[in-house]
């Protein structure tokens, strides 16, 4: 983008990537932290059911799986405490001298089916993990691909308006957060629930004035978790907001590097970074031991709850109500019994985290997409002219074009012109006086407001967009590459390119030479950002891939302003020969690169003030001359 595109902009838009968000997570119990909140709950919660409709046997299979689950592995307790009984009926025969001894082969009898039993409950539970992760990734894997596909279908404005790491985060951290959740909180409320009623009716079955203790210990229990969370609330949120200041501010440093020691501003980045990495050490040491503490203190209410209960079971023993058994199975059902409430606890934030995560994932599915399509002229490929087709030959015409980024903010205002077929035309004019916005209007990147922009005499309106950029070569002062080979980052002007018509356009842009110079030539892989190749050499890689397109209307938006005048000189040459029988739209800040334009429309406040040719404007001695000869102050005045 421009300078003057960075003027137009509306208010919001970057890359914020690292701000006040940082990496979600982090150490601590994520069940007890607090979760985000969805603002529609309910409505978040009915998008996502019907979204998960499609895949509903999978879902009600993986309930019922988990509910047996759940009932199997229930009855064990009840099951082994046979076992005991048998074993200690048999210890008290022996002490007794009676001629029963232990019944070892009712005993193995017992625990072989007690075996077989919790097999097919871990089967069961298996099958349920396996069929519920089957789900829940193929519900992230559909939601990436339909964010995937939305972002190609949003307008240009929805990106002005809205942050790329918000967009990113949609796409990665909450697609995430709704894959694990999912993935747990499904299975984790059926079992924790059936686990629940299913113990409680055991517990009741053995002893119901053990139960009641048992129950006793509950509160107390629920409001040691509830106050323990309250304190560590406060620090898990400061620890997550300094997380997120941290990663900001490391992705800053790291981007700006080059500034940074520009500036000698080592000193102050880590005194910034140490501030931050302290309140995140204080934060989180102090959220790390007050959730610490949780364990060992539900450990000492947990066990002063056995030993009342041993005690009150071996009361029941010696008046014959209660067997050592049943002892033994009823603490197994206490242990039982508190883990499934815990995991209900926990599940609550989940289900708060997944309503929070679905709802912007389908806030953002249904923002508001382009304008529909309807193409009512196509353009001819093949040179056989069909119905309802044109052969386009570059001639644009602009008739009282009216535009804003905002209805009430009008930056073109009543632009008119016309276009020939092959002619090179420059737009000029100060930072901000609507260019690149009268380019972007042109391909379509967002539609008028008022007039019409038309091209072989039919509105840009009435094609296809793809139909449309088809027709056009650009070349931006803010190159673009990714992470390929440069053999690959020039095809993709034109990705059905031969690796000769490769190598021949770079030859055209003066890209060649260099190419050739790098390792492994034209094979080199780009890294991410591109930062293996020179600013220049950039620049040069996405003239070849203009060139490649072997486009009808060519637009070059300060195209030679990152490469030096030698190279500038060539690129100049490859240009003019490239730019032959094309219509061209050039936006130039330097003058002199726009002598031998066929036009050259002067832009000030989304008008034109001025057009002509560089001799005619220069006589005119008015806004153009203004503009040239201030650039070349030094040289007249000498």
């Not at 924790?192 to 113990?199: A, D, F, N, P, Q």
């Not at 203190?297 to 947990?302: E, L, Q, W």
Request: with cysteine; net charge neutral.
């Amino acid at each position: 983008m421009t300078k003057e595109n960075n003027r137009n902009q509306r208010p919001g838009s970057g890359t914020q990537t690292g701000r006040r968000g940082g990496f979600r997570g982090g150490p601590g119990p994520r069940g007890l932290m607090p979760g985000d909140k969805a603002k529609d709950f309910k409505g978040s919660m009915k998008k996502l059911v019907s979204y998960l409709s499609a895949y509903r046997l999978q879902i009600v299979s993986v309930m019922i799986l988990a509910l047996l689950s759940a009932v199997f592995s229930i009855a064990g307790p009840k099951i082994l405490a046979q076992a005991t009984n048998e074993l200690f009926n048999g210890i008290m025969n022996l002490i007794s001298g009676s001629a029963e001894g232990i019944n070892f082969a009712r005993i193995a009898r017992i625990l072989f089916f007690l075996l077989a039993l919790y097999l097919v409950s871990a089967f069961f539970a298996y099958m349920q993990g396996f069929i519920m992760t089957d789900v829940s990734t193929k519900v992230s894997h559909d939601l990436r691909n339909s964010i995937a596909a939305k972002i190609n279908r949003l307008p240009l404005k929805y990106f002005d308006t809205t942050t790329h790491g918000d967009v990113l985060s949609r796409v990665t951290n909450d697609v995430d957060v709704l894959n694990h959740s999912l993935n747990q909180s499904i299975t984790q409320i059926i079992s924790s629930v059936t686990t629940m009623i299913g113990v409680l009716i055991m517990m009741i079955t053995i002893s119901w004035s053990m139960t009641l203790v048992a129950l006793g210990i509950l509160p107390l229990s629920v409001t040691l978790v509830t106050f323990i969370v309250k304190k560590s609330q406060k620090y898990f949120r400061a620890q997550q907001e300094y997380l997120g200041l941290l990663n900001g501010h490391v992705e800053e440093m790291y981007g700006g590097h080059i500034v940074v020691k520009a500036f000698s501003r080592e000193k102050e980045s880590t005194e910034k970074f140490e501030e931050y990495n302290s309140e995140l050490y204080r934060s989180g040491w102090k959220s790390q031991f007050i959730s610490g503490l949780m364990m060992p203190m539900m450990h000492f209410v947990t066990n002063l709850g056995y030993v009342i209960i041993c005690i009150l079971g071996a009361y029941l023993t010696t008046r014959g109500s209660m067997t050592v058994g049943g002892i033994q199975a009823f603490i197994q059902y206490v242990r039982s019994f508190t883990h499934p409430v815990s995991q209900i606890a926990n599940i609550t934030n989940v289900i708060q985290q997944t309503a929070a995560a679905s709802e912007r994932i389908f806030e953002f599915l249904g923002e508001e997409e382009k304008s529909p399509e309807q193409a009512k002229v196509r353009v001819n490929r093949d040179g056989i002219l069909k119905e309802g087709e044109i052969i386009a030959e570059g001639n644009v015409e602009f008739s009282h074009v009216h535009f804003g980024y905002d209805p009430d903010n009008i930056v073109i205002k009543d632009f008119s012109a016309v276009i020939r077929s092959g002619q090179k035309v420059a737009l000029v004019g100060p930072t901000g006086a609507g260019k690149t916005t009268i380019v972007k209007l042109l391909m379509r990147f967002y539609d008028v407001n008022e007039g019409s922009i038309r091209i072989e005499g039919h509105d840009i309106r009435e094609f296809s967009r793809d139909d449309l950029r088809s027709l056009f070569g650009m070349v931006l002062q803010d190159t673009w590459l990714y992470n390929d080979t440069i053999m690959e980052n020039i095809r993709y002007g034109r990705l059905d390119a031969s690796d000769e018509e490769v190598i021949a356009a770079a030859r055209a842009a003066q890209a060649d030479h260099f190419i050739r110079t790098l390792p492994e030539s034209y094979q080199m892989v780009l890294n991410e950002e591109a930062t293996n190749v020179s600013q220049g050499q950039k620049q040069l890689l996405t003239i070849a891939r203009a060139i490649l397109s072997d486009p009808k209307i060519l637009i070059l938006d300060e195209a030679t302003s990152s490469v030096d005048t030698r190279t500038e000189i060539l690129i100049q040459r490859a240009m003019d020969h490239l730019m032959e029988g094309r219509t061209s739209f050039v936006i130039a800040h330097r003058l002199s690169t726009i002598r031998n334009a066929d036009l050259i429309l002067c832009v000030d406040n989304g008008n034109i003030v001025e057009q002509g040719t560089h001799e005619e404007l220069l006589q005119r001695g008015g806004f153009y001359a203004n503009l040239y000869y201030s650039q070349f102050e030094k040289i007249s005045a000498v």
